[in-house]
T-cell receptor, first 119, second 110 residues
Framework: SAVISQKPSRDICQRGTSLTIQCQVD?????MFWYRQQPGQSLTLIAT?????????ESGFVIDKFPISRPNLTFSTLTVSNMSPEDSSIYLC????????????????FGPGTRLTVL | SQQGEEDPQALSIQEGENATMNCSYK?????LQWYRQNSGRGLVHLIL?????REKHSGRLRVTLDTSKKSSSLLITASRAADTASYFC??????????FGAGTRLFVKA
């Protein structure tokens, strides 16, 4: 399994400012993912972050708004830029591990999330 | 668009009863996972069922998978108040993406 920590756990920010969320994993992983969960909603994938390359963004998400860094195999950051109240969400970091005999299946693990409120 | 859709959206039962949640998806999958999320918290992985499996058990949890109908169900037996949470199914189709359904909100009354 993987143990994932995120900082900060929660923050209240003013509109127009930016917040950087950190994600730390206790083991080296190739793929890290950032999800957003708006109030009362399910999880939506923002982007996939690979070490040493640019993040791959899902439809509706752009690098200028959600720049991501992945400097090594255990760490990533997501920045929410020029925030508006619509950005109020829980942001979750996730990793995928290949498990099972011979790498027979993949399992995803999630951090505790960062609860962001934009006023 | 989301791959998985849970049914029902919300479920309220008495402690001791069984809770059944269903998930339907649209395309072929490698595996399907169920997660629990307590209010305002991170996700907890409950169980993974692979596309070549039909049923799995873990404690009070029973998951079935019908790939011909593209559906899965999660059964929680002898529910407890502590089972109150949102439950999500998530499908993995390869390509290193896991897609989440809308979730079922379960409320277990003591």
């Amino acid at each position: 399994s993987a143990v994932i920590s995120q900082k900060p756990s929660r923050d209240i920010c003013q509109r127009g400012t930016s917040l950087t969320i950190q994600c730390q994993v206790d083991s080296q992983v190739t793929m890290m993912f950032w999800y957003r969960q708006q109030p009362g909603q399910s999880l939506t994938l923002i982007a996939t972050a690979n070490q040493g390359s640019e993040a791959t963004y899902e439809s509706g998400f752009v690098i200028d708004k959600f720049p991501i860094s992945r400097p090594n195999l255990t760490f990533s950051t997501l920045t929410v830029s020029n925030m508006s109240p619509e950005d109020s969400s829980i942001y979750l970091c996730s990793v995928e591990l290949v498990l099972g005999q011979g790498g027979s299946y993949n399992e995803q693990f999630f951090g505790p999330g960062t609860r962001l409120t934009v006023l | 668009s989301q791959q998985g859709e849970e049914d029902p959206q919300a479920l309220s039962i008495q402690e001791g009863e069984n809770a059944t949640m269903n998930c339907s998806y649209k395309t072929s999958i490698n595996n399907l996972q169920w997660y629990r999320q307590n209010s305002g918290r991170g996700l907890v992985h409950l169980i993974l069922i692979r596309s070549n499996e039909r049923e799995k058990h873990s404690g009070r949890l029973r998951v079935t998978l019908d790939t011909s109908k593209k559906s899965s169900s999660l059964l929680i037996t002898a529910s407890r108040a502590a089972d109150t949470a949102s439950y999500f199914c998530a499908t993995y189709t390869g390509g290193f993406k896991t897609i989440f359904g809308a979730g079922t909100r379960l409320f277990v009354k003591a």
